[in-house]
């Protein structure tokens, strides 16, 4: 069964700086996607970033990027530049048939300023 | 304009209450989603529907019946609502049911069984 593991509940970081949050998927396809979705405390679900495992090259959108590693079924996100509007829930997120989405726990990120 | 949008936002109510929450998205897309926040912030999927027709039907309750009058609209019927039922319901969208595609989530309605 494919699951997704953030194991990371919490994690702070100080404003300007890089925080890199954690994830790992178990999944038998060789094909597949990886999205990174943040829940700031209005509760709104935004899409941070997504990866498509065929593609090499690690995603990138401005501030945030991510290292994913297939081999380790790893998919890292990294926030530089922290910002106080960065502070949010972070879920990692696979898409199984039917694009039903299975979501990690979740890790929540604090920003000091 | 809204992508997606959910009313109401809030809903408290009493246990053995039937209630309703409605969705819409103006994205044109073809697949719409609930899925489920529990207390503990894990989100789950409940119902897929594509063109109005029901394509992800997750372990739920059969109090939770879900009605697609069209591919816009997505509306969450729950009957006798029982405490555990306590939860955001998030609404989302995509442009088809292919997992390539990102999901567009609504506000979330936070239902409160009293």
């Known amino acids: 069964a494919q699951t997704v593991t953030q194991s990371q509940p919490e994690m702070s970081v100080q404003e300007a700086e890089t925080v890199t949050l954690s994830c790992t998927y178990d999944t038998s396809e060789s094909d597949y996607y990886l999205f990174w979705y943040k829940q700031p405390p209005s509760r709104q679900m935004i899409l941070v970033i997504r990866q498509e495992a065929y593609k090499q090259q690690n995603a990138t959108e401005n501030r945030f990027s991510v290292n994913f590693q297939k081999a380790a079924k790893s998919f890292s996100l990294k926030i530089s530049d922290s910002q106080l509007g960065d502070a949010a829930m972070y879920f990692c997120a696979y898409p199984l048939r039917g694009n039903k989405l299975v979501f990690g726990a979740g890790t929540i990120l604090r920003v000091k300023s | 304009d809204t992508a997606v949008s959910q009313t109401p936002k809030y809903l408290v109510t009493q246990m053995g209450n039937d209630k309703s929450i409605k969705c819409e998205q103006n994205l044109g897309h073809d697949t719409m989603y609930w899925y489920k926040q529990d207390s503990k912030k894990f989100l789950k999927i409940m119902f897929s529907?594509?063109?109005?027709?029901?394509?992800i039907n997750e372990t739920v309750p059969n109090r939770f019946s879900p009605k697609s009058p069209d591919k816009a609209h997505l509306n969450l019927h729950i009957n006798s609502l029982e405490l555990g039922d306590s939860a955001v319901y998030f609404c989302a969208s995509s442009q088809t049911w292919d997992i390539s595609y990102e999901q567009y989530f609504g506000p979330g309605t936070r239902l409160t069984v009293t």
């Open positions: 529907y594509n063109n109005k027709e029901l394509i």
